[in-house]
């Protein structure tokens, strides 16, 4: 539409005596109109980082979910044949019980505890899922819950070949709705070690040593496989799967852009995004890192390159980095995993030197390096004391450590946990589950 | 009748097999086997400690033939399984005392 000069003389004319009247109006009216739009905008504003937000905790939410089935994978393909359907049984119903304790109790164990507190509601089951305030409550719940079920998953790995079903269900059912909880209500429910400064992003402490202290705890009053120690050396037991094994890695590691980039809880503005963005590109740095530290120690040490170790440092990378996944630069980030890579090396042949068979490495990667990435913390922000990491460390250690033990033994002497000498040897397939993994192949 | 069993590294089976078709033997068993003799294992390794495998992989051909036939099969087999290294097999060699087709009911040469 072309304006002429005179075109606009003409409606500047008319204009005139209406913004006049309009001055004589009200200027608070005017004001009002103003105030209305910027009350919309800012309520389009707000329904859109609520819609960001809950999609962070969705998405981020089923790619940890999807950890699940890393933990199985790797599971089934580092025990041997005749063990992998009780593998397989055992991810997915641990999967299913955490997340039905965690509705029932764990959830509000965890976040209803008083700020600064030690202890929350005991028995809470969630009631009807409200709308929430800046993001869906049903999403965060989901997002805890998948979290609590990631703790489960570690623990049998290092039990595996010769623990009994049942037992090891009932554990995990303390462990998810009692354990878990309120190790976690100390820390992300604003407990008392929140109050202390402890920091844990994600959960290198909260989730990862959680569930390496308690497979410690496990493989020490378990026992060692039969023959894995005999004659006085180490007899190794070599998994079934490598394939299956190293697909189990990669899917925990795109699960884990979930775990650490969710876990900055929101996404509806650029900071937040960005930092979900930055914590994408640390997390997978430092899991790169884990991996070559890991063939070379094996290279150098070993003269040998095996991936089950390499399997093991990217996953050791990827939990010491989870502590603090946002403030690091790459470089720092790629130190953090590469350490928590090396100890996780240098603790696989320590365990086999104390008999505490660990059988898919999982105390050298969740409990070592989830201590370290912890306390690694105080040296990458500076908002952190190494007290209050240290602090932390050992108190949900002390904590997981005996609490675990105290379970396992109530369990190894009253129904027993682990199964017969002749079981252990058929392979639990046949002992346990009465499924063989590969039917159709004659096993050893 | 005869029957060969033939003791094989597992990647010569078909320079193996195409001979013995050379020379006119259509028939063979073939059964995946672990063994040694004087060949040593070797050491391995698996997440730091060392273990020793002394079983290596091999190959079992068992094949009946008709006695004329022992002399050129045996031959075929010493030829294509052959390396120069150890662990290259064995060959054994045993009578056969009855054959059956189970298809036709054929016996004796007729039914290999």
């Known amino acids: ?444 | 009748m005869k029957k060969i069993e033939a003791i094989i590294k597992p990647f010569k089976l078909d320079e193996v097999k195409e001979a013995l078709q050379g020379i006119g033997i259509t028939g063979m068993t073939v059964v995946e086997a672990k063994g040694f003799g004087r060949q040593k294992g070797h050491t391995e390794m698996y997440r730091g400690a060392e273990y020793v495998v002394d079983f290596l992989p091999k190959l079992k051909i068992e094949i009946v033939i008709a006695s004329d036939q022992l002399e050129a099969a045996i031959e075929a087999i010493k030829t294509t399984a052959n390396t120069g290294k150890i662990g290259d097999g064995k060959i054994f060699v045993t009578d056969v005392e009855q054959a059956i087709r189970i298809r036709t009911g054929e016996t004796g040469t007729n039914a290999i």
Request: charged share 10%; proline share 4%; hydrophobic share 55%.
């Open chain 1, 1 to 444: 539409m072309k304006i002429s000069k005179s075109g606009l003389i003409k409606t500047s004319v008319y204009l005139l005596p209406l913004l006049g009247l309009s001055g004589l109006m009200a200027p608070g009216a005017w004001a009002d109109e103003v105030a209305d739009l910027a009350a919309k905008l800012d309520a389009q504003a707000t329904q859109t980082s609520y819609v960001f937000n809950t999609l962070l905790f969705l998405i981020g939410g089923f790619l940890v979910m999807w950890m699940a089935a890393g933990f199985a994978m790797l599971e089934a393909g580092l025990v041997r044949t005749k063990n992998v359907s009780m593998q397989c049984l055992k991810n997915i119903t641990l999967y299913a019980v955490a997340g039905i304790m965690f509705w029932l109790i764990g959830y509000n164990l965890m976040y209803g505890i008083a700020e600064g507190r030690v202890l929350g509601p005991l028995f809470k089951p969630m009631g009807d899922f409200g709308p929430g305030g800046d993001y869906a409550s049903a999403s965060d719940w989901f997002f805890q819950m998948v979290f609590c079920a990631t703790t489960a998953s570690i623990v049998s790995g290092t039990l595996a070949e010769r623990i009994k079903f049942w037992p090891f269900l009932i554990f995990i059912c303390f462990l998810t709705g009692f354990i878990y909880p309120i190790v976690g209500s100390w820390e992300w429910g604003k407990g008392w070690l929140d109050a202390k400064g402890f920091s844990d992003f994600a959960g290198s402490t909260l989730v990862h040593s959680t569930g390496g202290w308690a497979a410690l705890a496990g493989a020490i009053i378990l026992g060692a496989r039969k023959g894995k120690y005999e004659g006085g050396r180490v007899n190794p037991m070599p998994g079934s799967s490598m394939p299956l094994a190293t697909l189990g890695v990669f899917i925990l590691w795109l699960g884990w852009f979930g775990f650490n980039g969710a876990s900055q809880l929101a996404m509806g503005t650029i900071e937040d995004v960005s930092a979900v963005a930055r914590i994408f590109v640390n997390t997978n740095m430092a899991a790169c890192a884990g991996v070559v530290i890991a063939i070379l120690y094996t290279q150098i040490r070993y003269k040998n390159l095996d991936v089950t170790m390499a399997l093991n440092g990217a996953l050791a990378g990827l939990v010491a980095i989870t502590a603090e996944p946002l403030t690091p630069s790459v470089p720092v980030a790629m130190l953090v995993g590469g350490l928590g890579s090396l100890l996780a090396m240098l603790t696989v042949p320590l365990l086999d030197k104390f008999k505490i068979d660990d059988v898919v490495g999982a105390i050298p990667v969740h409990l070592v390096a989830g201590i370290f990435g912890t306390l690694a913390v105080a040296f990458t922000n500076k908002d952190v004391t190494f007290m209050a990491q240290l602090t932390g460390v050992l108190a949900i250690g002390a904590f997981v450590l005996v609490t675990s033990a105290i379970l396992w033994l109530v369990l190894k002497l009253s129904i027993g946990i682990r199964v017969s000498e002749e079981d252990e040897y058929a392979g639990l397939d046949h002992s346990e589950v009465g499924i063989a993994a590969y039917p159709e192949f004659v096993s050893q």
